[in-house]
């Protein structure tokens, strides 16, 4: 069972779990919980026991794809520890909490060091200017190494990284942590107090005297104190450089195996003598919707209410499930609150605390702290939640665009019938997921942040919503054009028995301004074509518009001009001049020196300098137009041209090329002729699928 025990603001910590994929976060908030006696057992990732990965996917993976809210009670205090996925293809499933939180412990691996995600999280949090302190986790491997992993942080990552504990031991003789600033010793997993060891005392002492350095520079008093070459005491060391993390001055750094649960209550313990609580740290701000004007928002129950939506997750039991954050004031339960994002107002159920998957109703969620509720209708993740009578908003989150999709089909009827509501909860609780209909193709595409991405989401269509889709590489939205102005006559007459139908047609077509679309004229002189007839020759060739020509795909930035024809007083009808214009229509193209054109995307690719030979030489095979390059840190920022067809895997490609370092965002630029070659590929193949119909 959940607590229901009130924590005023002074006792909470918000604490968002960042890391690379696989370094040990759900590992952490299980040893958490089992210290804080929320657990009776540790559960294991590799087991699917764990509390914070109890989604289908995640048990079936062994790696967090959501998001769980784990609260620990520890101290006279409560965490409410956000255990958020490591691999780059959920970054959705991180954004959210990263600004739900007031500070950040950002694992690494003692055997992997500082990879990929590392730097990417580290990104995530420098974006809202979160506190954080950095775990070395998994000391108990074969190959760990503290030092190591100190150095390539201190070395790739900005900030002052110092240690505030050393390990004892490491690998298979890794047995607990010094505290630097205490000069004492924890063993063992219920991190048995103890002295210093004597071959670490020369270490810890050169240690601490950065950190009593780093403690003095924080404070004119204290540094004075110390140029006097007075001894700070240990309560001013520790109150010193709790402000020097809280302002981000220094980046504390602490080491243990979570899996083994040792050093873990030692964390515990500094996460609540370092890292802020909601009154310590930096004020939300909001824009004042009447006034226009920015307020800082206090956290105080006194306060109007001011709550941010950070993730909703789709039930299909109960419905979809909303997580918050209260910034300021209090949600109640059975209340009704305001969306000023949506300008809607919202009826409140009953809240919820969670741990997990598990729920305990409360009367209210008070500043500072998080909970859930569900069942609301309008409020999606990014939204805020207000008092009418003060209205005020909170900046939405940014949530990356998508840069992988798959076209998708129902597999049977009935999936078909279910797929779009489905779609739009599966989109809704997932903001980095995009479903569109593509006309020119007359294909569903679902666009994410990778391949694993959209394979979740399609299984979760199915295990959630019991919708089955099968994927496949779209389609490109190729269009038709013509380069040239050229004529065609078609002459349609048919004659079975009873009335029968007449109509010739004379028909010009011209090329327009790309993005021009299509116009229809006429230039028919009185008394060749009753003025009736015009409109139905129209309505034939636009019929011609949609399917194609040469290639099946929508004929673009043409003109078609009538200019002359005939009619008969018995047999002309709408019917025949419609199959008259479209077939004069169809033959003028034909004349008119058609086109294939294709999308032109424009990419920004960053990316490790040290790999910009690799992409610029991948990017000349792929008919791109590198068109700027700089550079920002020891970052290298490609602009290219390069056509969708040739890019359709980039997310992949660059993952590989760059060993998951680079990433890109893309945006649709124009459309170009495809090359003559590449166009007569196209229009054979189209045959070919034109005759096995």
């Known amino acids: 069972m959940l607590t229901v025990k009130k924590y005023n603001a002074e006792q909470l910590r918000n604490i968002v779990l960042l890391s690379h994929g696989g370094a040990g976060k759900t590992s952490l908030s299980e040893a958490m919980l089992y210290n804080s006696g929320a657990i009776s057992r540790l559960g294991r990732v590799d087991d699917g026991t764990t509390t914070s990965d109890y989604d289908p996917e995640e048990i079936r993976r062994k790696i967090s794809v959501n998001t769980s809210v784990v609260p620990c009670e520890w101290a006279g205090h409560k965490m409410n520890v956000l255990d958020t996925p490591g691999y780059a293809d959920f970054v959705g499933e991180v954004k959210g909490p990263v600004r739900a939180a007031d500070a950040a412990v950002i694992l690494l691996d003692a055997v992997s060091g500082v990879e990929v995600g590392t730097e990417l999280v580290w990104g995530y949090a420098d974006e809202v200017d979160l506190p954080r302190i950095m775990f070395v986790n998994k000391m108990d491997r074969d190959n760990a190494d503290f030092y190591r992993a100190l150095k390539e942080a201190q070395e790739s990552l900005e900030g002052n990284i110092i240690p505030f504990q050393l390990p004892i031991g490491a690998q298979d003789t890794f047995e607990g942590v010094v505290d630097v600033v205490s000069m004492r010793a924890y063993r063992g997993e219920s991190a048995e107090e103890g002295d210093v060891p004597d071959d670490l005392r020369a270490d810890v002492e050169a240690y601490r005297l950065q950190l009593v350095e780093a403690a003095a520079e924080t404070d004119d008093a204290l540094l004075e104190k110390y140029f006097e070459e007075e001894a700070l005491t240990e309560e001013e060391i520790q109150e010193a450089l709790a402000t020097a993390v809280r302002s981000r001055a220094v980046i504390p750094v602490f080491c243990g195996s979570a899996f083994m649960n040792v050093a873990v209550r030692p964390l515990m313990d500094a996460i609540l003598q370092y890292l802020p609580s909601p009154l310590d740290a930096v004020r939300a701000r909001a824009t004042n919707v009447a006034t226009g004007e920015e307020e800082i928002l206090e956290p105080v129950v006194q306060a109007s209410m001011a709550t941010l939506v950070f993730k909703t997750l789709a039930d299909p039991y109960v419905g979809k499930l909303t997580?918050?954050?209260?910034?300021?004031?209090?949600?109640?339960?059975?209340?009704?609150?305001?969306?000023?994002?949506?300008?809607?107002?919202?009826?409140?159920?009953?809240?919820?605390?969670?741990?997990?998957?598990?729920?305990?109703?409360?009367?209210?969620?008070?500043?500072?702290?998080?909970?859930?509720?569900?069942?609301?209708?309008?409020?999606?993740?990014?939204?805020?939640?207000?008092?009418?009578?003060?209205?005020?908003?909170?900046?939405?989150?940014?949530?990356?665009?998508?840069?992988?999709?798959?076209?998708?089909?129902?597999?049977?009827?009935?999936?078909?019938?279910?797929?779009?509501?489905?779609?739009?909860?599966?989109?809704?609780?997932?903001?980095?997921?995009?479903?569109?209909?593509?006309?020119?193709?007359?294909?569903?595409?679902?666009?994410?942040?990778?391949?694993?991405?959209?394979?979740?989401?399609?299984?979760?269509?199915?295990?959630?919503?019991?919708?089955?889709?099968?994927?496949?590489?779209?389609?490109?939205?190729?269009?038709?054009?013509?380069?040239e102005v050229a004529t065609a006559q078609y002459r349609h007459k048919k004659q079975t028995g009873g009335a029968g139908q007449f109509a010739e047609v004379w028909l010009r077509v011209e090329p327009l301004a790309r993005g021009a679309g299509f116009e229809y004229e006429s230039e028919v002189r009185e008394g060749h074509i009753s003025k009736s007839y015009i409109p139905s020759i129209e309505k034939g060739i636009k019929q011609v518009l949609d399917q194609g020509v040469i290639a099946g795909y929508p004929v673009v930035d043409v003109k078609g001009v009538v200019y002359d024809g005939k009619e008969h007083p018995v047999d002309s009808k709408d019917i025949a001049f419609q199959i008259a214009g479209r077939e004069a229509f169809k033959e003028a193209v034909r004349n008119a020196a058609p086109a294939l054109l294709e999308p032109i995307m424009l990419f920004t690719i960053t990316l490790p300098e040290s790999n910009m030979g690799d992409i610029l030489g991948d990017l000349n095979t792929k008919r791109a137009r590198v068109v700027g390059t700089e550079q920002k840190g020891d970052k290298t920022i490609i602009t290219a041209q390069a056509p969708l067809a040739e890019m359709q895997n980039y997310a992949t490609d660059i993952r590989s090329m760059t060993q998951g370092r680079g990433v890109f965002s893309a945006e649709f630029l124009r459309y170009e002729e495809v090359p003559r070659h590449l166009a007569e590929q196209l229009m054979a193949a189209a045959q070919v699928e034109d005759e096995k119909e």
């Open 323 to 483: 997580y918050f954050r209260v910034f300021s004031g209090a949600m109640e339960s059975d209340s009704r609150v305001f969306n000023s994002t949506k300008a809607e107002e919202e009826r409140v159920g009953q809240l919820f605390l969670l741990r997990g998957k598990d729920q305990e109703p409360v009367d209210e969620v008070p500043a500072g702290d998080i909970g859930a509720v569900a069942k609301l209708q309008e409020t999606s993740t990014g939204d805020t939640l207000c008092d009418k009578d003060h209205p005020v908003t909170l900046a939405p989150i940014s949530f990356p665009h998508p840069i992988f999709s798959a076209a998708i089909a129902p597999k049977t009827k009935a999936d078909l019938d279910k797929m779009g509501t489905a779609l739009a909860r599966l989109t809704e609780e997932d903001p980095t997921l995009l479903v569109q209909r593509e006309a020119s193709t007359r294909e569903t595409v679902l666009s994410g942040m990778g391949e694993s991405h959209i394979d979740i989401a399609a299984r979760r269509l199915h295990s959630k919503f019991g919708v089955e889709i099968e994927t496949s590489v779209p389609k490109v939205p190729y269009s038709e054009t013509v380069t």
